[in-house]
């Protein structure tokens, strides 16, 4: 629970629902006892629809919410007037919403028509013309709504998320590193490099997300935050070529024709010191114990006399050699800015004392 109340991505996260909820109920609201609608359900259905992650998206979607809405307002209204409630009219609806919804430009609303027009239709009143201005100013309070709430309402800027997404990546690699150092079961050390692939996934979605939420974001911190992450790619893309340095490495162990405990101690011994050490400096954020660690690797692999290594083994100890050399020469920069945070723009101009006593 203390980890997660200091987790920027569960407040980010719980903000949102919490405006989701708030738009909903003040569409409700201003529906019911304002403007006097019957069967103000339209209102908060559309709110809940409109409030998205981003500003920039929230605006977005809105407009292509407002199309699907209407269409399937009309289409709901139209069919009624002409069938009435019965199974050719629901059919014909719903098909008639989806096909809506695949065209370009409601693609992101691919059902919202459908479900609309079945709503509207199955609530009866479908079939009276003067519910139809009822209905479609019931889903305009909604999308309104939620379009003020999430503009006007603390807009969220992602790039907090991001960063506490990537400041963990770096140090599961080193912990990857140390295990292998150890010893283990390759297959398993793979494994967690998939599980990796798919947090790295999921960070650059974060960070896209990111870099979204700095768009039309009337926040006067947006623009200052959004320039301090702008380090966050290339970060990712160094992580990526670590983790996938790190599979080829488990690989080349798992392939290679004689296990490790097999392997020439002149080899074996270095190596592993050599491992366990960059697990270290990657986990601990060291930069220079990983300039250090680089050095002597080099300078391992220069002193490795290959002629006293065994029958087609030196391939599998230059491959091990490079892959780490390439992990560190990845993590560096990712290192010296751990931990990866984004400075407040009012901080950073805050006077030295001032920054200081915070």
Excluded: C
Excluded at 75 to 86: E, I, P, R, Y
Excluded at 159 to 174: E, K, N, P, V
Excluded at 177 to 206: C, F, Q
Excluded at 217 to 235: C, D, T, V
């Amino acid at each position: 629970m203390r980890a997660q109340l200091r987790d920027p991505v569960w407040w980010t996260n719980a903000l949102q629902i919490v405006k989701t909820v708030v738009a909903a109920v003040v569409a409700w609201v201003l529906a019911v006892y304002v403007f006097d609608i019957e069967q103000a359900f339209l209102a908060p259905w559309a709110a809940l629809l409109t409030v998205h992650a981003t500003v920039y998206r929230t605006l977005r979607r809105g407009v292509q919410q407002v199309g699907a809405t209407v269409l399937g307002v009309l289409v709901a209204f139209a069919l009624g007037s002409v069938f009435g409630l019965n199974a050719l009219s629901l059919g014909l609806a719903i098909l008639v919403g989806l096909i809506a919804g695949s065209v370009r430009g409601l693609r992101a609303e691919t059902t919202t028509a459908a479900a609309t027009a079945l709503v509207v239709l199955t609530t009866g009143a479908s079939d009276d013309p003067s519910m139809l201005l009822s209905r479609l100013l019931d889903t305009g309070i909604g999308i309104a709504v939620g379009l003020l709430v999430n503009l006007l309402v603390w807009p969220p800027l992602r790039d907090r998320s991001a960063a506490h997404q990537i400041d963990a990546l770096d140090d599961r690699i080193g912990e990857l590193l140390s295990e292998m150092a150890e010893g283990g079961d390759p297959e398993v050390w793979i494994a967690r490099t998939r599980e990796l692939d798919a947090d790295i996934d999921s960070a650059w979605g974060v960070v896209r997300q990111a870099r979204e939420s700095g768009r039309l974001n009337p926040r006067r911190a947006a623009r200052g935050r959004m320039e301090a992450a702008e380090h966050f790619e290339e970060l990712l893309h160094r992580i990526e070529q670590a983790n996938a340095e790190t599979r080829s490495m488990a690989r080349t162990i798992h392939l290679a024709d004689m296990p490790p405990a097999a392997w020439p101690p002149t080899f074996r011994a270095p190596w592993l010191e050599l491992l366990g050490r960059a697990g270290r400096a990657i986990t601990d954020a060291d930069r220079g114990a990983i300039d250090a660690l680089r050095a002597d690797l080099d300078a391992f692999a220069g002193e490795l006399a290959l002629d006293e290594l065994p029958e087609r083994f030196w391939p599998v100890a230059g491959a091990l050699l490079v892959n780490l050399r390439n992990v560190l020469a990845s993590l560096d920069v990712v290192a010296d800015a751990q931990p990866v945070r984004v400075p407040d723009p009012a901080l950073s101009a805050a006077h030295p004392s001032v920054r200081s006593r915070l």
